[in-house]
């Protein structure tokens, strides 16, 4: 499947280079080293959400995720660790227990080619990227499950159950997010204060309801996160305009056409 998506992805693309933008994956400013040494702290993170599945985000854009700039990042190693214990759990249990391995190099596969690896994804992470990997880390449960309940019997069972029950309920809870746009807008920027684009959406519900200040606001703070942040930068002008503010919004609307000269809207907006 692996070989397939990549034969797949060269023959659409050819030689031509897909456009990543750093707000979206900052990844693709960074060295092959610190691609690839924050991909693997990145799946750290991806872990803990499958096993508690709480604290959960729609976005984790620039600059939600440093960027690991030393071999010594923690979690970085952690994951090598990880990695290791996997290799030798799966060369242990390959002739008794074949499942296990099978899981544990299924979920590796699976998360080669999205996971910032190969070559930079449109995104540093995402949880639906874990969708497919998922599959395998619940077969590595169940087994884990089947060899407990053979030793230990009706009690694991009960224990599996409520930890289903517990996941359910936080499904529930979460899938309260998507009520609305203003409160999807809301629950991105709590779990993720330090991300622009966040701060950005925000700012528009705001500006959409017509609460210019906050709005203002949230704009400001997505352009201190990410100062060349030029859809920020138009939407301010436009926030000013509104306020009667002629002379700052020409000044937003300058700079936004000067980081994006083919952008069209804030020469609209300025014209």
Not at 132 to 149: E, H, K, T, V
Request: aromatic fraction near 10%; charge should be positive.
């Amino acid at each position: 499947a692996v070989v397939v998506c990549v034969a797949v992805r060269s023959a659409v693309f050819g030689n031509t280079r897909m456009v990543i933008l750093k707000l979206d994956n900052p990844l693709v400013e960074a060295s092959s080293l610190q691609r690839i040494w924050t991909a693997a702290s990145v799946q750290i993170d991806y872990l803990r959400l499958q096993l508690v599945p709480a604290g959960l985000s729609s976005d984790y854009s620039f600059a939600q995720i440093p960027i690991a700039r030393s071999l010594a990042d923690p979690r970085a190693l952690i994951f090598l660790l990880v990695i290791l214990s996997s290799a030798v759990i799966g060369w242990l249990a390959r002739a008794r227990r074949p499942a296990i391995p099978f899981a544990l190099g299924g979920y590796a596969i699976l998360f080669l080619p999205a996971g910032n690896f190969l070559f930079p994804v449109g995104t540093i992470m995402a949880e639906r990227l874990a969708y497919a990997p998922s599959i395998l880390f619940c077969a590595l449960l169940a087994c884990g499950a089947w060899m407990l309940r053979g030793r230990f019997g009706k009690p694991v069972a009960i224990v599996l159950a409520l930890l289903i029950g517990a996941y359910g309920a936080l499904t529930i809870a979460r899938n309260r997010t998507w009520s609305d746009v203003e409160t999807f807008a809301r629950a991105q920027l709590r779990s993720a204060p330090e991300s622009a684009k966040a701060n950005y959406n925000l700012g528009t519900v705001e500006q959409s309801a017509g609460r210019l200040d906050a709005a203002a606001s949230h704009f400001r703070r997505a352009i201190e996160i990410l100062p060349e942040y030029a859809e920020a930068m138009n939407n301010l002008g436009i926030v000013h305009k509104d306020k009667g503010d002629l002379e700052t919004a020409i000044a937003y609307y300058k700079q936004a056409i000067g980081l994006r000269p083919g952008n069209a809207r804030p020469l609209f907006n300025l014209g």
